[in-house]
Structure formats: C-alpha cells, structure tokens
C-alpha cells in the first residue's frame, strides 16, 4: 500500500513561532502537495511539488513556504505562524503527470495545528 | 469563479440507498473525483468520472453529466461504516482540483 505519512498529528504553536510539518511518501511518487481543510470549506491547496527541488504556488501560498529536497520528502513550513493558520493540514501524494488519468491522490492522515 | 456545490449532510438509514449530488462551475474540465473522508482520517480515493455515465464499483456508483454540471455518488446496502464525509472535485482547465466542502453522512440503524 502507499503510504504518505505526517510526522505530527496535532502540533500547539504560539503566534509568531517557525513551524515545521513534515511529509514522507514510501512509492516514489513524483507529486506531493500541501493542503489545508477547514470546516465549511472544500479543500485548499497552498503548494506542490512535481520534482524535487521543484516547487508551484497553489490557492493560498501566502504565509508559507516549503522545501522539497529528497522526492519522498515535501516539508510546509509556517514562517511566523498566526492564529488564522490553526487548521488541518494534508498532505498528499500522487504518480505520474498532473491530468493524466485519473491520477489519483493519496493522502495522509493530517496534521492538526493550532496556533495560540 | 469556481464553484462545487454539494449538500453540507445527510441521514440514511443501514440497508438503504442513498445519493449524494454534486454540481460544479469550473473553468473547463478534466475530470471528476470522488472522495471518502472518516473522520479524523485521510480522504480516500472512490471513482473518476471524465465520460458521462455511470460507473459502478461494487455498492459504489458514480455518474457524470458534462453537459449539466452535475455529479452523483450512488452508496447501495449502506453500511454504518459509510458514514463518513463524501468530497468531489472537479479538475480544471489549469489540471487544478476544484473541492467542494464535502457531504457529511450520517448513517442510522
């Protein structure tokens, strides 16, 4: 089975700490992506990755930046964390070009933060 | 703008059928997904729809019309461990996921 898993399940920060969510994917997916999901909201995308060292915005890029060194690796990274980003955040992988097929996604299982 | 409506919960009862809609105003398209969301879990992938008509996957169905913008997700012999969330999404013109908010479905005995 493909695994894409989150270091951390629910993380507590204080307005203006540097966060770090980590992200490992095990089937050599070529595409990872960072999403946050609020209630009431469908899924948002804050960036992707299609290689490594490669890196597009997505709907909400503001306030985050990430890092793609190794392929299984796609790391989010809150610069200054706010009150406003106290969410669940998923990250997901996927194989082969973006619009291709079905090119289904694979998620992992979230990472809740919560910023005081 | 881009816009994937779908209803924000719904009840069935175990045995039953239920369908979940979906409509969708999206800048092109290339494709529709749905899915399966338990709580506190990951999203798991259902179907995919980029023809019109229905795909059957077991008690899971999934139907498309391009022409309208609409979608439905067919859950046959419900199960109590149905009950999750269902998300579409539809992929644009750009091969962006367009999410909807997602249906919440509550099963009863």
């Known amino acids: 089975d493909v695994k894409v898993t989150q270091s951390s399940r629910y993380l507590?920060?204080?307005?203006?700490?540097?966060?770090?969510?980590?992200?490992?994917?095990?089937?050599?997916?070529?595409?990872?992506?960072?999403?946050?999901?609020?209630?009431?909201?469908?899924?948002r995308l804050i960036y992707f990755s299609y290689d490594v060292k490669m890196k597009e915005k997505g709907d909400i890029p503001e306030g985050y930046s990430v890092s793609r060194e190794k392929k299984e690796r796609f790391?989010?990274?809150?610069?200054?964390?706010?009150?406003?980003?106290?969410?669940?955040?998923?990250?997901?992988s996927s194989l082969g070009e973006?619009?291709?097929?079905?090119?289904?996604?694979?998620?992992?299982?979230?990472?809740r933060l919560t910023v005081l | 703008g881009q816009n994937i409506d779908q209803p924000?919960?719904?009840?069935?009862t175990e045995g039953a059928i239920v369908q979940?809609?979906?409509?969708?105003?999206t800048s092109g398209f290339n494709g529709l997904f749905w899915y399966q969301q338990h709580?506190?879990?990951?999203?798991?992938?259902?179907?995919?729809?980029v023809l019109?008509?229905?795909?059957?996957?077991?008690?899971?169905?999934?139907f498309l019309s391009r022409s309208k913008g609409y979608s439905y997700l067919l859950l046959k012999e419900l199960q109590m461990k149905d009950s999750a969330s269902y998300l579409c999404a539809v992929r644009d013109s750009n091969y962006q996921l367009i999410w909807g908010a997602g249906t919440k479905l509550i099963i009863k005995p």
């Not at chain 1, 790391?75 to 997901?92: G, K, R």
């Not at chain 2, 979940?20 to 105003?25: A, E, H």
């Open chain 1, 12 to 43: 507590v920060k204080r307005t203006g700490e540097k966060v770090f969510l980590e992200c490992v994917q095990d089937m050599d997916h070529e595409n990872m992506f960072w999403y946050r999901q609020d209630p009431g909201l469908g899924l």
């Open chain 1, 75 to 92: 790391s989010l990274i809150l610069e200054s964390a706010s009150t406003n980003q106290t969410s669940m955040y998923l990250c997901a």
């Open chain 1, 98 to 111: 973006i619009g291709s097929g079905a090119n289904v996604l694979t998620f992992g299982a979230g990472s």
């Open chain 2, 8 to 12: 924000t919960e719904m009840t069935a």
């Open chain 2, 20 to 25: 979940i809609n979906c409509t969708y105003q």
């Open chain 2, 39 to 49: 709580a506190g879990e990951a999203p798991t992938f259902l179907s995919y729809n």
């Open chain 2, 52 to 62: 019109d008509g229905l795909e059957e996957k077991g008690r899971f169905s999934s």
